[in-house]
């Protein structure tokens, strides 16, 4: 048994629309099909059809739904006044995300820029700070590379001075040994 149907928002705005509907879906009781909603009752808050206010609603104060359509509307009125805050209030809210969003991804690219250029910044220091040592290391392998140059020289002077010490040496020994023979 179904008790409403739904309407898409822009057929409700619809006056041809709704007053089509109002001729061809006039309100007949689900209950008792050939009798119209005639009655508003005010306790369950929903319209009846005669047979229901004598079978259902007995005790009930019913009165005749054209009495109760004003002040329907008016509470209808006033829920789409409160749904027209409610929806700006949304919409506000909608708005203030956005620009928090934004503003949340405008700082991370602002601090994915801070951190590159300390990135950069440290790295020009490390370059600098690798060149000076690099300079220091190659000063000091100049220096000892001259002294180790400078103690092969040396070595290479005494060994050739032994070499003839020993040459001179040994055609000494060999013309004495010549001479006593």
Known sequence: MKLHSVIRIEKVTDPKYMAKIAIVKAPYCWKHQREKFRYYCTVCNKLVCRDCTILDHRDHECIEAKRQAPDTREDLEALLEQADQQMENYVQHIKTGKEGIENIESKAREQCQNVEETFEAVVKTLRSNRDALCSQIMTIREKKVASVQNDVR????????????????????????????
Do not use: Y
């Open 154 to 181: 040396e070595a290479a002077k005494w060994v050739k001075s032994m070499r003839n010490a020993q040459t001179v040496s040994e055609k000494s020994l060999r013309s004495t040994t010549r001479g006593k023979s």
